[in-house]
């Protein structure tokens, strides 16, 4: 009897089975002498659409919600429905005694699987095996102790509820908002209220006046300092008047240290990355989108098996794998990391509290490197970036604090009080491991200078005195990182979805990105105020968040979790009937359509800018714009646009006013045949260059056919 095994992808499912031992390849399965390998393509079940319930749904009609099927169907996906069949037809197979479930361990690998089995009508018994690396050894290890698969039973009941309760919401909103307006709205139960709390930073921004403010600085040649009344006190003075007087009355009066102050500080080093924080890092050193971050993290991961589990909420290791730790570091002491790690390498490691602490671990430790041996060669661009953030980081938690003395110095100049700060470094400690990468943000406070040593009593010659004038401002639209930040903190999302919500607001023309910061379209503002403030606030979905956590870890109840998802969906949708907002398409033109004479609305996709009708039962489009060629202007190496005119299709770089006629491709792509070879031989060759080639001799015959003399 043989062991059913399921990967959630063939690559993953490949691996597994090479480890395994298995080696008889069909195009849908490996099979070996104890397992049978065979995978997913990511979700080949999922939930049924309205109009699998009643044909009436494939029409969307505001008199036609909420749809809230009392029982809710599941369907194979039809373009991996040959995937699905082919493990159909295992699972029926009297050979296997067992399924273990080997897809990607968290909670959307455990839907992936359970809704498989469901729809196969699964009835014998499953393990599970659940790995946090896909190396060889973790493969191999995670077999020899695979869990049983009602452990995991709660987690699968959490990924439904989950799942079920965005699609209520998701699509009874989304349904009800793009009937009433007749317009492509969408919302949901996370990325509406990660909308807002964009438009609100928009709104302080707008509603932000400027207020102008002074500092008076005096300088001592080799170091300055700022006017405070005390220590404590900012260094702003919101008049001129007094900021003149202060700078009037230290002009010439005498300078004296009055006080020194030194105080010796330790700073621990940074705990050890969870997916979060890795795209904030990412995000703000490199410029990388979360999804980006996301896409380069599991390559690391899965294909490279550089990395353990990429989709982990946890910032700490377990106890079980402190034996691990120095094979762990062994294995990066290569390229840039060999110095760092080899003093470690030689002591015993020092573990805190800070590296490992079971009570904050939940499915999944944090992302460190994994024990295989590191080939930076074979690493992209991108993924050396990203693979040197974790490699530095990880071997930083085996290094001792940052130690350092905080000098403040007072200076009194005639009554007035002026104050400078600055470090001195006793012990570089774990910043030891950063200074190779010159990582801006490891950097001295900008607020502090090296200082010259300053006794109580010293007087100092006041070279100038300086009043500088400044404005507040306002604060900065979000970068992605600080997104991820803003949702983390109000439990929006998980670590592996919150970067999919970014990207579906962007998709959707909700939100946009400017260099490193996004903001809110006119769509989106206009959007938030057609939904319900309860679906606008991060608070309730941060309540049905705490609640699906309780549910996967078996103390919440998932009945009464989807009962209050449809009660909530039924009262989302009556406020949007009931609601007398206006909507006014923000891409509405002033081009009327041909066929129904509604206006066009202009939007975005993959060919260039596309004009379609507003009316959606219409359904005219055309092209708003000329299409994109991938050839380039000579001059700024752009793409240009392809254009036909009375001479044919030409090539044009407007900026550049350069313009280059095109071939006609049908002509060009036509192939001659063997008779047509001879004809033109016949007809258009001399009796010269016999002994050449056909080739030479076809190019021959070609060119005399189009020479007119």
Not at 264 to 287: C, F, I, V, W
Not at 317 to 324: A, F, I, Q, R
Not at 685 to 690: D, K, P, Q, R
Request: net charge positive.
């Amino acid at each position: 009897m043989k062991s059913l095994v399921l990967a959630e992808k063939p690559s993953v499912g490949r691996e597994i089975a090479r480890v395994l031992g298995c080696n008889q390849k069909n195009k849908t399965y490996i099979e070996g002498s104890q397992y049978i390998v065979t995978w997913a393509m990511g979700h080949l079940v999922t939930l049924a659409e309205p109009e699998d319930y009643d044909a009436k749904y494939k029409t969307w009609k505001m008199e036609d919600l909420p749809i809230l099927p009392t029982h809710m169907k599941l369907k194979v996906m039809k373009e991996t429905s040959h995937q699905f069949k082919a493990i159909s037809q295992l699972a029926k197979r009297n050979d296997i005694k067992e399924l273990i479930i080997a897809t990607d361990a968290g909670r959307e690998g455990e839907l992936v699987a359970r809704w498989i089995m469901d729809v196969v009508h699964w009835k014998k018994p499953t393990k599970r095996l659940w790995i946090s690396s896909q190396t060889d050894k973790a493969i191999r290890e995670g077999f020899q102790k695979l869990k049983p698969g009602d452990d995991f039973r709660p987690l699968y009941q959490s990924a439904v509820c989950r799942a079920e309760a965005d699609w209520l919401i998701g699509l009874n909103v989304t349904r009800a908002l793009t009937s009433k307006y007749n317009a492509p709205l969408a919302a949901g139960r996370v990325q509406t209220p990660t909308l807002c709390m964009m438009i609100e930073r928009e709104k302080e921004i707008n509603n932000f006046k400027p207020v102008p403010y002074w500092t008076v600085q005096a300088h001592f040649g080799n170091f300055h300092a700022i006017w405070k009344s005390n220590p404590k006190q900012e260094s702003r003075i919101f008049s001129e008047e007094t900021a003149k007087s202060i700078e009037t009355k230290a002009k010439n009066a005498k300078a004296e240290v009055v006080a020194v102050k030194r105080d010796t500080k330790a700073e621990h080093h940074p705990l050890a990355y969870d997916l979060t924080e890795l795209q904030r890092d990412a995000n703000s050193r490199y410029g990388f989108s979360a999804k980006h971050t996301s896409n380069v993290l599991q390559r690391l991961y899965e294909q490279h098996k550089l990395v353990t589990y990429p989709r982990t909420d946890s910032r700490y290791l377990s106890s079980d794998m402190t034996d691990t730790l120095k094979g762990r570091l062994s294995s990066i002491a290569v390229g840039p990391y060999g110095t760092l790690v080899r003093p470690l390498l030689k002591k015993e490691l020092t573990i805190t509290k800070r590296i490992v602490d079971d009570s904050k671990v939940t499915d999944h430790h944090a992302i460190i490197p994994t024990d295989q041996p590191l080939q930076l060669g074979d690493l992209s661009a991108d993924e050396r970036k990203l693979y040197d953030l974790i490699a530095r980081r990880f071997i930083s938690l085996f290094y001792p604090p940052y130690r350092y003395d905080l000098i403040q110095v007072e200076v009194k100049i005639g009554e007035e009080s002026f104050h400078a700060k600055g470090r001195i470094t006793q012990d570089a400690g774990w910043k030891e491991v950063y200074v190779q990468s010159g990582r801006s943000n490891l950097e001295e406070d900008q607020t502090e200078q090296a200082l010259p040593d300053l006794a109580k009593g010293n007087t100092l010659p006041v070279q100038r005195m300086e009043v500088r004038k400044h404005l507040t401002e306002p604060p900065q639209r979000y970068s992605e990182a600080e997104l991820l930040t803003k949702m983390e903190k109000h439990r929006l999302g998980t670590p592996a979805t919150r970067a999919d919500i970014i990207e579906k607001l962007l998709q959707t023309e909700t939100i946009e990105r400017q260099g490193n910061r996004l903001f809110p379209t006119q769509k989106g503002l206009q959007l938030a105020d057609l939904v319900a403030d309860e679906l606008r606030s991060p608070e309730l979905t941060a309540k049905w968040e705490n609640e699906l956590e309780q549910i996967a870890k078996g103390k919440g109840n998932a009945k009464a979790f989807l009962q209050e998802i449809r009660q909530q969906t039924a009262q989302l949708v009556s406020d949007i009937n009931r609601s007398e907002t206006q909507y006014k398409p923000h891409n509405l033109t002033g081009s009327k359509c041909p066929e129904c004479k509604e206006n066009l609305l202009e939007v975005k996709s993959k060919r260039g800018k596309t004009l379609i009708c507003s009316n959606r039962e219409c359904g005219y489009r055309r092209a708003a714009e000329n299409p994109v060629l991938n050839k380039r202007c000579p001059q700024c190496r752009k793409k240009m646009e392809l254009r036909t005119g009375k001479a044919g299709k030409f090539a044009q770089c407007k900026p550049c006013n350069v313009i280059e006629m095109l071939e006609d491709q049908k002509a060009s792509k036509k192939k001659t045949n063997k008779r047509e070879e001879r004809n033109l031989l016949k007809q258009y060759s001399n009796n010269e260059g016999l002994g050449a080639s056909l080739g030479d001799a076809l190019k021959a015959a070609l060119e005399n056919k189009n020479d007119p003399s």
